[in-house]
């Protein structure tokens, strides 16, 4: 099932059967790969083309993905250090962290 979900500044397809949410840029594919275990979501991959180093971007992209968490009634577990880091700086979304999980 592919869905795509629009938000006010970017367009995401949830594919799942690559497990990643995906959004172009520049028609160039940026996802966000993930795996589900009961109701958790692990994100444990962001995937850029070369040259594209637009931390505010990702830092969109991740927020958007935490919407969907939301929606979803989902816990988020960052595995990567980036996604961590944008916890760590975005305090409004630790309440989709499941409980033990400290950033």
């Known amino acids: 099932m ?3 979900l629009i938000s006010e ?3 995401i397809k949830d594919n ?3 497990r990643q949410f ?3 840029v520049d028609g160039k ?3 966000v790969e993930y795996s589900f275990q009961e109701k ?3 994100l444990t991959r962001i995937n850029t083309f070369e040259g594209f180093n637009d931390e505010e971007f990702i830092s969109e992209l991740l927020k958007n993905i935490m919407e969907i968490a939301y929606e979803r009634k989902l816990k988020v577990v960052p595995i990567l250090p980036k996604i961590a880091l944008f916890f760590r700086k975005n305090t409004t ?3 989709l962290l499941p409980p033990g999980i400290k950033i």
């Open 2 to 4: 592919n869905t795509t």
């Open 9 to 11: 500044k970017m367009e």
């Open 16 to 18: 799942t059967f690559a």
């Open 22 to 24: 995906e959004t172009l």
């Open 29 to 31: 594919l940026i996802s």
């Open 40 to 42: 958790k979501i692990f």
């Open 93 to 95: 979304y630790r309440d």
